[in-house]
């Protein structure tokens, strides 16, 4: 028996049970129905009273639980029709999904949150003008991996205004580096890009005005990231090494995990191994404490370095970690790099078929989530993938779509590799001319990157087209591959190289 006689008919009736008794006696609905019935029959008024109460009550009861209990507690505000309320706690449950690293609950927070914003007003006060802003940041910086980058650009547009009249230095900072990271990935080239240059410099002047020397070596940081990969490897490498250990100071953001796996990527491209296991190893190692997406990025990188270092025994199984991991979380960033990694790999193991699975699978997700950057490099693929199964005409098309966006973005590393498997498709098609032209113009793109262990792939594949051709040259285009492979340390495949040359190593 309780104390009240209504809970005591209720459980009679079967309507209810016992949940608990200790600390506090708790009662359940017996089914979700009972409990539905229960909650329609009350008229609006009276639910929003008991909301408030429910509230209210645990508010006073457990505020030193407050972060575990924000999920809850703004539910029941919001419920109640009092927004301010709902928008504190709202708040609190996102930084506390964020802290826990559940990037997806965070964003619905903050979207929660931004619903229950007043309209704008001319007279508004500073403090729901500034919560404006940390929720736009708060949306990018928990969705920016998942969503369109489009839409997360104008999101940041909306608030720059009222982030600079505010003058918040700290967080004008993080805003005007997540407008950067975005729009450096979104596509385009950085030379011609007024709004990524303006991003970059005020990072800069509020980096200066803070005295912050991390934040100072932020534009250094973003602008090496992305020359890694757009081929400009060696002022990427000198920019990414005064960066990272500033970066190490920081503890979000592109943080010094990200940094030094794009300083291992930037290595490997170099052809210097022994930096880039060395850097990649670190990356893993700074991302363990981190959130789950950092932990992938790192996962990536090695799996980019092994890559490169043409272990595709290795590189397959890591990639296809990586492309698990990334459907868990819901990167799609991470997903498109992951599956073209796979699928790059598949295509040099010959497994043709697997390959054009995975590789249209990330040709997807570019388009959905507007990521151009990618785009060149995962049609290059789709199109090696295409002539490989017979369908060279569709191959063409696809190379001249990838080369065009290539070079409008000023990806380099991107137009060299396109020119390459364009050149080997021409070859083995019997288009002797177009291939030697291709093959040459990737060949010098490699060389004025530096990028040794690509340089010296493309020289083997133009020289065993010559030789198939019974062209002149093919000698000397494999003496020089397989002496780029020696100087390397990639002995396998310049021992590969000898074979075919009848050259002992």
Not at 60 to 65: D, K, N, Q, S, V
Not at 154 to 166: F, N, Q
């Amino acid at each position: 028996m309780t104390a009240d006689p209504q809970l005591d008919t209720l459980e009679a009736k079967g309507l209810i049970r016992l949940a608990s008794v200790d600390p506090e006696l708790e009662y359940l609905f017996r089914h979700w129905l009972v409990q539905d019935a229960a909650y329609g029959s009350l008229l609006r008024q009276e639910r929003r009273e008991l909301h408030r109460l429910v509230g209210e009550t645990l508010e006073a009861l457990y505020g030193e639980r407050r972060g575990e209990l924000a999920a809850v507690l703004a539910l029941h505000f919001e419920q109640a029709g009092d927004g301010p309320r709902a928008r504190e706690h709202l708040m609190v449950a996102a930084e506390h999904a964020l802290a826990r690293h559940a990037i997806r609950e965070a964003r619905a927070f903050y979207e929660r949150a931004e619903a229950q914003l007043p309209p704008p007003a001319r007279d508004e006060d500073a403090a729901l003008r500034r919560l404006r802003v940390v929720i736009a940041v708060g949306k990018i910086k928990s969705g920016w991996t998942f969503k369109p980058l489009d839409r997360e650009l104008e999101t940041l547009a909306a608030v720059v205004p009222i982030a600079e009249e505010l003058g918040d230095l700290k967080l004008l900072g993080e805003l005007y580096m997540h407008d950067a990271l975005l729009r450096q990935f979104s596509g385009g080239s950085v030379a011609t890009n007024k709004e990524l240059q303006h991003s970059l410099r005020r990072i800069r002047e509020i980096g200066d005005q803070l005295g912050d020397p991390s934040m100072q070596a932020m534009p250094s940081a973003l602008l090496g990231t992305f020359q890694v990969f757009t081929g400009h490897l060696q002022e990427a490498v000198d920019a990414l090494e005064s960066a990272a250990p500033l970066l190490e100071e920081r503890a979000e953001f592109v943080g010094a995990a990200f940094a030094r796996g794009a300083l291992a990527v930037g290595y490997a491209r170099l052809g210097e191994f022994e930096k880039a296991d060395k850097a990649a190893a670190e990356s893993i190692e700074l991302a363990a404490s981190a959130d789950p997406i950092a932990q992938l990025d790192a996962l990536i990188t090695q799996a980019f370095v092994r890559s490169a270092q043409g272990r595709l025994d290795d590189t397959v199984p890591l990639a296809r970690i990586c492309v698990e991991k990334a459907e868990e979380t819901g990167g799609t960033a991470c997903l498109i790099v992951s599956n073209y990694i796979l699928g790059d790999a598949y295509l040099r193991q010959g497994l043709i078929e697997e390959a054009k699975r995975v590789l249209e699978r990330s040709s997807e997700i570019t388009v959905v989530t507007m990521r151009d950057f990618w785009r060149p490099s995962v049609q290059a693929s789709i199109s090696q993938a295409a002539a490989l199964l017979g369908d060279f005409g569709a191959a063409e098309k696809g190379w001249e779509e990838a080369l065009h966006d290539a070079r409008k973005a000023g990806h380099r590393f991107a137009e060299a590799t396109i020119l390459q498997k364009r050149a080997e498709a021409e070859a083995e098609h019997g288009e002797a001319a177009a291939a030697w032209t291709d093959f040459a113009a990737s060949a010098t793109l490699f060389e004025e990157m530096g990028a040794r262990p690509y340089l010296a792939r493309v020289l083997r594949s133009w020289g065993d087209a010559l030789a198939r051709a019974g062209e002149p040259g093919a000698d000397e285009k494999l003496a020089r591959a397989r002496s780029l492979f020696e100087e390397i340390g990639l002995v396998e495949e310049a021992q590969a190289v000898g074979a075919r040359t009848g050259i002992s190593s």
